[in-house]
């Protein structure tokens, strides 16, 4: 009865001791397109990227910069199932950093980005001495890319913050599960006296 009671003990603790899969909290990214390092010839329309679970709009967050950290989307983004795609708006060729922000069922943010290259765009327009930017008031001086808008800093491919409580539980389980082995050895060894 003993062996039976630990058998079930142990049966009943190894899936707790197991880590969780992705899927039963946080959302992550399944895939993209254009995909995470593709290089390009032809600009696309929109930038599409494919989730695990459907991403709510009123916590998604997605950013295109292209090289010198132009943005390079115009619109609000689309939302289709676990799909999210965004207007794109080419630029000169080069890198173009697609950075987004998900919340997930279990509340916790879920950050990454995309990155891929453009190999044809735009030719880049000489400085005009006459033409101030386009965002700026005519008569004001032009900023420098140093003080210019900064671009959103997309954390790196996937940062999961779970508060660091996951390993209290698994210690926990662990030592409950050792305390309940060595409570039936002792009283199988007593039970043989």
């Known amino acids: 009865m003993a062996r039976g009671l630990l058998v079930l003990g142990l049966a009943a603790g190894v899936p707790v001791l197991l880590p969780a899969a992705p899927a039963a909290a946080h959302n992550s990214l399944t895939g993209s397109d254009p995909k995470n390092g593709a290089r390009v010839a032809t600009a696309p329309k929109r930038i599409e990227l494919r989730f695990l679970a459907s991403p709510a709009p009123a916590t998604t967050k997605i950013t295109v910069t292209g090289p010198d950290n132009v943005p390079a989307t115009e619109g609000a983004p689309t939302f289709a199932g676990n799909r999210v795609s965004v207007p794109f708006t080419p630029g ?27 190999t044809t765009g735009t030719a880049a327009a000489p400085p005009s001495t ?8 005519p008569g004001t001086p032009a900023a420098s890319p140093a003080t210019s ?3 959103p800093t997309p954390a790196a491919d996937e940062v999961d913050s779970d508060g660091g409580t996951g390993w209290l539980w698994a210690v926990a389980v662990a030592v409950a599960l050792v305390a309940l082995g060595g409570g039936l050895l002792l009283r199988r ?3 043989r006296r």
Request: aromatic letters at 8%; charged letters at 10%.
């Open 92 to 118: 000169a060729a080069g890198l173009y950093i697609v950075a987004y922000r998900i919340g997930s069922a279990d509340g916790h943010p879920v950050s990454g980005e995309v990155r891929f290259t453009l």
């Open 130 to 137: 006459s033409a101030a930017p386009p965002s700026a008031a």
């Open 149 to 151: 808008a900064a671009s």
């Open 189 to 191: 060894r007593s039970a």
